[in-house]
């Protein structure tokens, strides 16, 4: 497959926010490749790696984030499962479960019914080798500052405003994938 011709049918590539999906999209999947490759030992799939990097964020374009030219309708958290419904629809689910499970460091069930997340309850999480690179390496890099890897302080602390638990699945991975 290849997920430019799949981000082209729904983001016009004239666009800021083509621009935008398309150069945070490279940065995660640059990252999560070179996890790949320095860690044979985790019998990641590259080529899965590489094209689901590439879509994790499509679903951005249904939701309302003005500062990243998205104007839908929808809350930015929802992105996730919205990204994994268009590419369900497409076809691609295992491609699809890298969408929903890679906001934080995963949207657990019982933290979306506590935090009342106005997204489908299910289970988040990343499981997958995959998913887990991904999830990870997505997490040094933000849409709206887009030319910084982001030192590991200062994702740390952006999980811990959510709950200090997020931080040390991260430092779990960041241990397994430096
Ligand atoms: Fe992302």
Redesign the pocket.
Same mark, same amino acid.
């Given at each position: 497959m290849n997920p430019i011709e799949i981000i082209e049918k729904y983001y016009d590539k004239k666009s800021e926010l083509y621009e935008i999906l398309i150069k %945070?999209?490279s940065q995660?999947r640059d990252k999560a490749l070179e996890v790949v490759q320095k860690h044979s030992e985790l019998g990641a799939d590259s080529q899965f790696v590489a094209e689901a990097a590439m879509l %994790? =964020?499509i679903g951005i374009i249904f939701t309302n984030a003005p500062k990243i030219y998205c104007f839908g309708k929808h809350n930015y958290i929802e992105h996730g499962y919205l990204g994994s419904e268009l590419l369900q629809q497409e076809g691609f689910l295992k491609h699809a479960l890298v969408c929903e499970r %890679?906001t934080g460091v995963g949207l657990s069930l019982d933290w979306i019914v506590r935090n009342k997340l106005p997204v489908p309850h299910r289970d988040m999480v990343p499981i997958s080798i995959e998913e887990q690179i991904i999830c990870y390496a =997505?997490k040094f890099?933000s849409?709206t500052n887009l030319n910084v890897c982001l030192p590991i302080e200062v994702i740390v602390k952006k999980l811990e405003k959510h709950e200090k638990s997020n931080s040390s699945l991260f430092l779990e991975w960041h241990n397994r994938f430096r």
């Amino acid at each position: 497959m290849n997920p430019i011709e799949i981000i082209e049918k729904y983001y016009d590539k004239k666009s800021e926010l083509y621009e935008i999906l398309i150069k %945070h999209s490279s940065q995660v999947r640059d990252k999560a490749l070179e996890v790949v490759q320095k860690h044979s030992e985790l019998g990641a799939d590259s080529q899965f790696v590489a094209e689901a990097a590439m879509l %994790h =964020d499509i679903g951005i374009i249904f939701t309302n984030a003005p500062k990243i030219y998205c104007f839908g309708k929808h809350n930015y958290i929802e992105h996730g499962y919205l990204g994994s419904e268009l590419l369900q629809q497409e076809g691609f689910l295992k491609h699809a479960l890298v969408c929903e499970r %890679h906001t934080g460091v995963g949207l657990s069930l019982d933290w979306i019914v506590r935090n009342k997340l106005p997204v489908p309850h299910r289970d988040m999480v990343p499981i997958s080798i995959e998913e887990q690179i991904i999830c990870y390496a =997505d997490k040094f890099f933000s849409k709206t500052n887009l030319n910084v890897c982001l030192p590991i302080e200062v994702i740390v602390k952006k999980l811990e405003k959510h709950e200090k638990s997020n931080s040390s699945l991260f430092l779990e991975w960041h241990n397994r994938f430096r």
